[in-house]
C-alpha cells in the first residue's frame, strides 16, 4: 500500500531563514504529488503540484518542491519565510491502481515575527 | 464562483443521535470524497464517490455511510455517532477519478463535529 511520509512533526523558524519540509512516499510507479496548505482555521488549499516534466515546481506564495525519484521524495522549499507562512503543511500522493489521494501526517510551520 | 460547500460548519451532538453533514459542489466533478482530520494523523479518507451511484470505501468507512443521488451533492450520514467520531471533516472533489492527469482535489471548508 502506498504511504507517505513527513518527517518533521512541527517547525520553528524566524523570518527570513529558509524552509525545507520533507515528505518522502513509497510506491515506486508513476505517481502525481502535491503539498496542500491549511492556515489556522481554514480549509486546505493547493499549493503547488507535480504530474510530469521538469522536477522542479514553483507553486504559489513562493513556495517550491523537487521530485527526486531516485530518493522517492518530493521536499517543499521556500528560500525565505514570512510570519503569514505559518499554517500546517501536507504532502500528498496518487499513484497505482487508486485514484486517490494518501496524506502525510503533516508538518506544523511556526514562524516567529 | 466555483466551490465545495458542507454544512453544518460546527456541531455537538450527543452518543446515537444520527445526523448527517452536507456537502456539494457546483463545478461538475466526477470524484468526490470525504475525509476526517485528527490532531497528529493528518487526513483519513473515509469514503469516496467516483460518480453517481458509485461509492466506495476508504481508510477509515466504520461508523460511517454516504450516499450519491447527484452529482453536485455527497452528504456523510453517522447513523449513531461515538465519542471517536468527534473529528475535524472536509468534503473534497476533484474533476474525474484519475490516476494521471489533473486530479488536484478542491476542498470545503471543514465540519467540526464533537460527539459527547
Request: hydrophobic share 30%; net charge positive.
Amino acid at each position: 500500500a502506498q504511504s507517505v511520509s513527513q518527517h518533521n512533526h512541527h517547525v520553528i523558524l524566524s523570518e527570513a531563514a529558509s524552509l525545507e519540509l520533507g515528505c518522502n512516499y513509497s510506491y515506486g510507479g508513476t505517481v502525481n504529488l502535491f503539498w496542500y496548505v491549511q492556515y489556522p482555521g481554514q480549509h486546505l488549499q493547493l499549493l503547488l503540484k507535480y504530474f510530469s516534466g521538469d522536477p522542479l515546481v514553483k507553486g504559489i506564495k513562493g513556495f517550491e518542491a523537487e521530485f527526486i525519484k531516485s530518493k522517492f521524495s518530493f521536499n517543499l522549499r521556500k528560500p525565505s519565510v514570512q510570519w503569514s507562512d505559518t499554517a500546517e503543511y501536507f504532502c500528498a500522493v496518487n499513484g497505482g491502481s487508486q485514484g486517490n489521494l494518501i496524506f502525510g501526517k503533516g508538518t506544523k510551520l511556526s514562524v516567529k515575527p | 464562483e466555483a466551490q465545495v460547500t458542507q454544512n453544518p460548519r460546527y456541531l455537538i451532538t450527543v452518543t446515537g443521535k444520527k445526523l448527517t453533514v452536507t456537502c456539494s459542489q457546483n463545478m461538475n466533478h466526477e470524484y468526490m470524497s470525504w475525509y476526517r482530520q485528527d490532531p497528529g494523523l493528518g487526513l483519513r479518507q473515509i469514503y469516496y464517490s467516483m460518480n453517481v451511484e458509485v461509492t466506495d470505501k476508504g481508510d477509515v468507512p466504520e461508523g460511517y455511510k454516504v450516499s450519491r443521488k447527484e452529482k453536485r451533492n455527497f452528504p456523510l450520514i453517522l447513523e449513531s455517532p461515538s465519542p471517536n467520531q468527534t473529528s475535524l471533516y472536509f468534503c473534497a472533489s476533484s474533476p474525474r477519478f484519475l490516476r494521471g492527469k489533473n486530479n488536484e482535489q478542491f476542498f470545503g471548508p471543514g465540519t467540526r463535529l464533537t460527539v459527547l
